[in-house]
């Protein structure tokens, strides 16, 4: 990093109040921002000397992108570089939800594994030979289309808001369906669509009732993709067999009722954590901001910007 850039770091990775992170950006011409933190316009508005918001993720939803091109602040991401670890994460995440993997792990950390040999302990549906729908088919869901079909002989169908062209649906080995048709027809849906006001709640109790008994959710998305709510009541009521999040509505709190459903499988927003694409992910991010900041070779053209006008006012 070039030694003119100062840099402010929050080690302890404490989360920031609004209060807090205003304090800490006065004076600051960047940050290096993760999901936790709120860059709003109240926030731009305060800080006026800040030039770039880069951000650790692919997704941006913290940041309201509108005020900083109003402003002419670029704001960065960090695709590419988490896409296929995040895709090896969700299909895992699909196959422990599927296969019961901690519900049936739970059951014998508290001792009830009394009796071996009972036929029906545990079983749930296959994942091999199903039929695989996908949410939203941009790099992530792509790369799980590549291993449900190719590793696993799935039939794959998927829903976006454009049709892939040939070339790519090709090697997914994907076919192009409506909405309705995927929440049908899916054995198995994994969510990867982004996150904004349109698809917020985008699976609810209607699509919910859509899917089949037997079918599981998976959503490696972002929170408030899924009405949280709705959610845990269909698993409660067996309108699904079961779900797998990694996201979660208001995360870090969980809704009390996903707490206590046994058909679901939950982690913490860990979608891409490898070690490898988390300093990748960083390494990214680091390198748009030194850029953002008119430093070093790749001086005002940052990588990976999200509103790339801004650069050429």
Not at 26 to 43: C, N, P, Y
Not at 91 to 113: C, D, H, N, Q, Y
Not at 283 to 292: M, P
Request: aromatic share 4%.
């Amino acid at each position: 990093m070039p030694a003119s850039i100062e840099v402010d770091s929050n080690p302890d990775d404490a989360v920031l109040s609004a209060a807090e992170l205003v304090r800490r950006l006065q004076g600051k011409r960047g940050v290096m921002s993760t999901g936790t933190e709120r860059i709003d316009a109240a926030v731009l508005d305060a800080c006026p000397a800040l030039k770039a918001v880069c951000n650790v993720g692919v997704g941006y939803n913290n940041i309201d992108v509108e005020a900083c091109t109003a402003r002419g602040i670029v704001v960065t991401n960090t695709p590419d570089v988490l896409t296929e670890t995040t895709a090896d994460f969700g299909f895992a995440l699909m196959m422990a939800t599927a296969r019961r993997i901690t519900e049936s792990e739970r059951f014998l950390r508290r001792g009830e594994w009394t009796q071996t040999g009972i036929h029906d302990h545990f079983v749930g549906p296959d994942v091999h030979g199903a039929t695989l729908g996908i949410l939203g088919m941009g790099r992530i869901g792509q790369a799980i289309a590549r291993r449900g079909a190719l590793g696993f002989g799935m039939r794959v169908i998927y829903h976006n808001r454009s049709r892939l062209s040939a070339a790519l649906e090709a090697p997914c080995r994907a076919a192009y369906v409506d909405k309705a048709t995927l929440l049908q027809e899916a054995d198995h849906l994994v969510l990867v669509v982004p996150y904004s006001a349109s698809s917020h709640h985008t699976i609810g109790e209607a699509e919910l009732r859509r899917m089949k008994p037997t079918a599981t959710l998976t959503n490696i998305a972002r929170g408030g993709i899924v009405d949280d709510a709705a959610l845990a009541r269909a698993l409660k009521e067996g309108v699904i067999a079961a779900a797998g999040l990694d996201v979660f509505e208001g995360e870090p709190k969980v809704h009390p009722e996903l707490l206590a459903a046994p058909n679901i499988v939950l982690t913490p927003h860990i979608g891409s954590a490898s070690v490898s694409t988390r300093r990748a992910m960083a390494s990214l991010a680091a390198d748009n901001l030194i850029a953002a900041l008119g430093s070093g070779p790749q001086a005002g053209r940052p990588p990976t910007p999200v509103n790339p006008a801004v650069l050429s006012r």
